[in-house]
């Protein structure tokens, strides 16, 4: 398993036992290294003074916080670490939501919560309590020199933990919405259908990183000086008539459900109804 990013204890009213995260997921790409274009020799990045006008090692850097236009106070490490709250070693649960109220906007993230030493018992307790009754845990804890809120959640086979981004972090657009009026209900309907013939059980394995692996391909090519070969490009599609675009997306779906035909014999029958109610109004 991955190394211990955080070790404490849960308080879970009074009840506290000791637990450890683990990072659950991290980023997977190709990184790339700088070099002289000349020579292909590796580029090194050097920390420079302005006022000296020199270069100087990283034993000379210290934290420095501007409070005014170049104007800085000096933080040392240690007295950072003696800032930290009560919740560098304690998680404390705050209070418990439905899973259904929390957006995912908010997720940064991931963690596995396992117990510590002697901690076996309460955490199955709270872990099979979470899982009967639908909640998740809202609690506070400080790690990276900063304070997160924090949900956890029953996963398959325990505790799963999410640092969340706070309120203020999340943009606002208040400009931003949405025009259902625009939509007929058979371009709905015919969506619909499109939606269910597409339908299929999550199964997150089964997705993969094409462009990592075109890179991928890239390198090993030119390490072996063999020719690069360029994937294809498609070019979307220009949609001019939406209902069209619908029906020959569902023509070539993987499991069309419904007829479309069925479907456009019904809309004949529906507009001649809401003639009818026009005319009774």
Not at 189 to 195: C, D, R, Y
Not at 244 to 255: R, V
Request: aromatic share 8%; glycine share 4%; with cysteine.
């Amino acid at each position: 398993m991955a190394s211990t990013v955080w070790k404490g204890h849960l308080t879970f009213g009074l009840v506290s036992f000791p637990v450890k995260l683990f990072t659950a997921a991290r980023s997977d790409s190709i990184s790339f290294n700088q070099l002289h274009k000349s020579d292909n020799s590796r580029i090194k990045q050097v920390i420079y003074c302005q006022a000296e006008d020199k270069p100087v090692p990283r034993s000379e850097i210290v934290k420095g916080y501007e409070y005014e236009k170049d104007r800085y106070v000096v933080v040392e490490d240690e007295e950072i670490k003696k800032m930290a709250p009560a919740t560098a070693r304690i998680m404390e649960i705050l209070e418990f939501v439905k899973t259904t109220e929390v957006d995912p906007i908010y997720f940064e993230s991931s963690f596995y919560m396992a117990p510590d030493d002697a901690g076996e018992k309460p955490y199955a307790l709270l872990y099979d309590t979470l899982k009967r009754t639908g909640y998740v845990g809202v609690a506070k804890i400080a790690m990276h020199n900063r304070e997160h809120i924090v949900i956890f959640r029953p996963g398959n086979f325990g505790l799963m933990m999410h640092t969340m981004y706070f309120a203020h972090e999340v943009r606002k657009v208040e400009e931003f919405r949405t025009d259902t009026s625009l939509v007929k209900d058979q371009e709905v309907k015919l969506a619909e259908m499109l939606v269910q013939s597409l339908a299929a059980p999550f199964e997150p394995e089964k997705y993969k990183d094409t462009y990592r692996e075109n890179l991928k391909a890239l390198i090993d090519a030119k390490i072996k000086g063999q020719e690069v070969v360029t994937p294809p490009h498609a070019e979307p599609a220009k949609v001019i008539d939406i209902m069209e675009a619908l029906k020959q997306s569902l023509a070539i779906a993987k499991k069309p459900p419904a007829s479309v035909e069925v479907l456009e014999a019904e809309a004949p029958k529906q507009k001649t109804a809401g003639k009818k109610k026009s005319a009774r109004g």
